[in-house]
């Protein structure tokens, strides 16, 4: 199972590429055009012209009485990459999150399997994982009944909508994504497929296409949930409103512009070799991560190996202890205690009898989940019923939005 997206995810999540992080504040098209290389007022602006827009103002979305009903809920989005081993990381700064999530919200969570080939993989095991990784949200808690549980190569609409917002989107948005130009600069330009520099148009695709409301974000998705923003907008201004009326169409925004959700914590846990980098499935030693997965014996021999500091006592937020401050985090989130509750029990102790508390937390904490798998994934026909419901439920809003688009951008209908 792998790198995270959306979330990721969509992706939130904690890895690259995939999940997506915090923005400016919600704009309103007609106030921020400069942004989407479209017209302000009667002056036009220069495509691609970039700033940061603070202001606070309304949002543009669809006009449809579910989006001012206080009793529908709001939509959200998320999805982990099902490569590599889903982690601690993947799970504290995402997928836990989903379980408040569901009860809140209308949720639709999928295994982001098309972006998983944006870098070489293996092609025997990207089926496996992809189930695997399914069978893990559902152990951590995800409720087919409250969220849509899918895979994203089963709903096609998301790679229909990608190729139409593809036209709409200038090739010097992609350029300045940092995740492609770090991600090309190690590979060199002959190992880097045109998928790596285009799949921030995918997620993009991933989250309008259910006309999302909110989306879980990590640190390192901030620039891509923006892009995404910025291309509703965009798409908006040029084939919405009253063009779209005069086709046939409803008028109005096509796509809702979403707005980040940012987890209070959690939402970046560190390397347990670098208190400085994020625990990522692409690290190349195992020893920087807790795996879902791990059996009690790796747990806490990567515990007892973990980097730690000189310093007397452990506490919170010293820049110059980042990983006392990423194990005590790991420990709060695993116990549910408040921060002021750990730092009472730990403040002074040592690392030999935190390391040992810590190991025991995490044990506990993920054998229910270790269990609650190895049920799953020995009844492969419940597994894949889940996913064939969810996919089903999903089609059903992206088509409903994929038919907008085609008619808005003046296809011939079906």
């Not at 103002?57 to 081993?85: L, Y």
């Not at 504290?92 to 379980?99: H, P, Q, S």
């Amino acid at each position: 199972m792998g790198r995270s997206i959306l979330s990721h995810f969509f992706v939130l999540s904690n890895t690259y590429p995939r999940s997506i992080s915090s923005l400016p504040c919600g704009v309103h098209l007609s106030k921020c055009l400069s942004r989407t290389g479209a017209v302000q007022q009667q002056r036009r602006v220069r495509p691609g012209e970039n700033f940061r827009c603070l202001c606070s103002v309304a949002v543009s979305e669809p006009s449809t009485s579910a989006t001012s009903s206080s009793s529908v809920k709001k939509r959200i989005v998320s999805g982990v990459q099902p490569t590599g081993s889903i982690h601690l990381g993947n799970y504290l700064g995402a997928i836990k999150n989903w379980i408040d999530l569901q009860n809140t919200y209308e949720t639709l969570f999928f295994i982001v399997d098309l972006h998983a080939i944006t870098l070489p993989y293996e092609t025997q095991q990207l089926s496996k994982a992809t189930k695997d990784t399914a069978a893990l949200y559902l152990a951590c808690g995800v409720d087919s009944s409250k969220a849509s549980v899918f895979v994203q190569s089963h709903v096609r609409a998301h790679v229909e909508l990608m190729w139409l917002l593809s036209s709409a989107t200038p090739i010097g948005w992609l350029n300045r994504m940092i995740q492609f130009k770090e991600k090309s600069r190690k590979a060199g330009d002959d190992n880097v497929g045109v998928a790596l520099l285009t799949y921030p148009v995918l997620m993009a695709s991933d989250i309008l296409l259910y006309q999302s409301d909110l989306v879980p974000v990590g640190e390192d998705q901030k620039q891509h949930l923006e892009l995404t923003r910025e291309l509703a907008e965009r798409v908006n201004y040029l084939y919405g409103g009253r063009k779209w009326k005069k086709l046939g169409g409803r008028g109005g925004a096509i796509f809702k512009v979403p707005e980040p959700l940012i987890p209070p914590t959690g939402a970046r846990v560190m390397s347990l070799t670098d208190g400085l980098s994020k625990m990522s499935k692409s690290a190349p030693s195992d020893q920087s991560r807790i795996n879902l997965l791990d059996p009690k014996d790796v747990i806490s021999n990567k515990i007892k190996r973990c980097k730690t500091d000189s310093f007397p006592g452990l506490e919170f937020d010293n820049p110059e202890r980042p990983e006392c401050n990423n194990l005590l985090s790991i420990y709060q989130l695993v116990t549910s205690k408040t921060k002021q509750e750990v730092v009472e029990e730990c403040q002074d102790m040592n690392w030999g009898t935190f390391k040992t508390l810590l190991t025991d937390a995490l044990v506990d904490h993920l054998h229910p989940i270790q269990t609650r798998y190895a049920e799953i994934m020995s009844d492969t026909a419940y597994l894949d019923n889940i996913l064939a419901e969810g996919a089903s439920k999903a089609t059903a809003i992206a088509d409903a939005t994929l038919s907008n688009v085609y008619q808005a951008m003046g296809f011939l209908r079906r």
